[in-house]
């Protein structure tokens, strides 16, 4: 997923570095983060087995306050709701098990689909940050 310039083209990361994203995706599986926090991969129902992407709730830029949901699918899982339905799943379990009171996305200005996941799970654009449209999701404003 990570290699389909499609996939990575509003994310930086050592995408073509073969080592760098390797050390890149293992500490992301096996970093200890805050309890209700982390990755949960996305499988297709009706191939349970086939991985499609994921959905993150970890803390910003590793270290907080602000929790940032994110997202990202293979390039034929686009367009079919996937991303829409696991982060919904997401926000349920941050605000009712976590006991969260907001979570912020930050997505590429020319990342029309994700801002529109976002919009579609409530969130509101909130301006620019380092780059990224800051959208924000409070619990009261759902």
Sequence with gaps: MDRDPDVTRYVNGPWHEPD???????????RVYPEGLGYWSIFERTAPTRFIGWVLLIPKDAHGPDVEIGWRLVRNAWRKGFASEA???VVAHAFASVGMEWMV?????????????AQKLGMKREGMTDGYVRFKLSRESI
């Design 20 to 30: 760098a994203h390797r050390r890149f995706v293992v500490d992301r599986i096996t």
């Design 87 to 89: 982060a919904r799943i």
């Design 105 to 117: 996305a930050g997505i590429a200005e020319g990342n029309a689909a994700s801002q529109r996941v």
